[in-house]
């Protein structure tokens, strides 16, 4: 069974950075596909950034590229989320996802999520 635990939520700064990280458990292939998506209330769920766990090769959201960069420790088993330049409009809960290939549309496994605020 895949886990995901997220951490690296907190308050930062208008332009400021964050980390947030996904410690990933029970991924038995290397096809999974870890993901990151956010969600305000009223809002539905977006996504953010992929990464395919065995070859690296990633995809963003229009709005994050240039912003984040979502990388992964296949050693340690984790996937972060480098996040610069914040802006207002970052403000949500962030999930790590999982999906066991590219091929697939939806996500199967989600974390709990940790709050990203950013606040003057």
């Known amino acids: 069974q895949v886990q995901l635990v997220e951490s690296g939520g907190g308050v930062v700064q208008p332009g400021g950075s964050l980390r947030l990280s996904c410690a990933a458990s029970?991924?038995?292939?290397?096809?999974?596909?870890l993901g990151w998506f956010r969600e305000v209330p009223g809002k539905e769920r977006e996504f953010v950034a992929n990464?395919?766990?065995?070859?690296?090769?990633?995809s963003y959201a229009d709005s994050v590229k240039g912003r984040f960069t979502i990388s992964s420790d296949n050693a340690k088993n984790v996937v972060y989320l480098q996040m610069n330049s914040l802006k207002p409009e970052d403000p949500a809960v962030y999930y790590c996802?999982?999906?066991?290939?590219?091929?697939?549309?939806?996500?199967?496994?989600w974390g709990q999520g940790t709050q990203v605020t950013v606040s003057s």
């Open positions: 996802a999982a999906k066991r290939s590219i091929v697939i549309t939806s996500y199967a496994y």
């Open positions: 990464i395919i766990w065995s070859g690296g090769r990633t």
């Open positions: 029970g991924l038995t292939s290397s096809s999974y596909v």
